[in-house]
């Protein structure tokens, strides 16, 4: 299957029907705000998991609290549209969804109608083996007084953008923003962590990032318990990833995404670190459930939930 159902207010519509007005809100002015979520097919299990989806519907709510406005739909519901799009388009495969709040009237100030969708699509690793070249971007992170990147909505993503854009047009993969203090906050759309003197590293959440839920599951659970290493959690100097020995982006879409490399330093030896490796294989394990701890994380799709 090459185009999934996307689920829109209730109901699985083919791509070219799931249509917004071209003079609302959401499509004018961006106003919308959204989570990425991922699904993961065990085979062992016969069972496709989504991984922290409650989180997900809690960081959703908080930015639209943000955005000043709602959508008419509890937990259970979204819960259940989340099931209902990868039950209807007969998933069995790891997959990637934009869970999407908009605002359908027009105008600015608009904060009602509002809905949402559902848009499952196929995304692979954004490497595969190997580590990302990064450049220090010369486009600043958007900070909390202007547009706070704590607010996951589309219309920040251009911050984001402008940058990556420079960073390819420069020959590099992707970049890294600094904040309005020049201090590093993190990448075009993923949480930034490094290895630096046999310790995990990674900005605090007042230094203009998103509040991760892949960095919470890091620092409270894989680093520590899996791996036997607590997270540094402090503010970053650009220098500081020159000297660094690992670095690596994490996040729903990003999974753990290696860095080899910053404005043409390599890191450590040039190659994708160990500690890096490690990490990788145990978040991995986590969210197929092949690591079976935390099953309140891993929501399953085909089986009946036992409450």
């Keep these: 299957m090459t185009d999934f159902k996307i689920w829109m207010n209730g109901r699985l519509l083919p791509q070219d029907q799931a249509t917004l007005p071209v003079n609302s809100a959401a499509v004018f002015y961006a106003t919308n705000v959204f989570e990425g979520l991922r699904a993961y097919w065990n085979a062992r299990d016969g069972e496709l998991y989504g991984f922290r989806l409650a989180d997900h519907f809690s960081r959703l709510r908080e930015s639209m609290k943000m955005m000043r406005f ?29 869970m999407v709040a908009y605002v359908l009237a ?26 990302l070249a990064c450049c220090v971007s010369s ?16 219309s920040n993503y251009q911050n984001g953008r402008l940058a990556i854009l420079q960073a390819r047009a420069d ?15 993190e990448g075009s759309g993923a949480t930034f ?7 995990l590293v990674t900005p605090t959440t007042s230094n203009d990032i998103l509040e991760s839920i892949t960095r919470v599951t890091l620092i409270d659970y894989v680093c520590p318990e899996v791996l036997g290493m607590e997270v540094v959690e402090r503010v970053i100097d650009r220098t500081e990833l020159y000297t660094a020995d690992e670095a690596f982006f994490c996040g729903s879409g990003y999974e753990i995404t290696p860095i080899t490399s910053i404005d043409r330093f390599p890191l450590g030896s040039g190659d994708v670190g160990p500690i890096t490796r490690r990490l990788s294989t145990a978040y991995m394990n986590l969210v197929y459930g092949i690591d079976a701890r935390h099953p309140e ?3 399953p799709t085909y089986r009946a939930v036992v409450v």
């Excluded at 109608?113 to 580590?131: A, D, F, M």
């Excluded at 020959?171 to 906050?185: E, F, S």
Aim: proline letters at 6%.
């Design 297 to 299: 994380w891993r929501t």
């Design 70 to 98: 709602t959508v008419p739909y509890s937990d259970d519901e979204l819960f259940e549209a989340v099931r209902e799009v990868l039950r209807g388009n007969d998933v069995h495969e790891d997959i990637h969804m934009h």
């Design 139 to 154: 486009w600043a992170r958007t900070s909390d007084n202007a547009i706070p990147i704590r607010l996951k909505s589309g």
């Design 171 to 185: 020959g590099y993969d992707q970049p890294i923003l600094l904040n309005q203090q020049g201090k590093v906050a």
């Design 106 to 131: 027009p105008g600015l100030d608009a904060t009602s109608p509002s809905g949402l969708y559902i848009n499952p699509r196929r995304r692979g690793r954004v490497t595969e083996g190997k580590g």
């Design 193 to 199: 962590f490094m290895v630096r003197k046999g310790r």
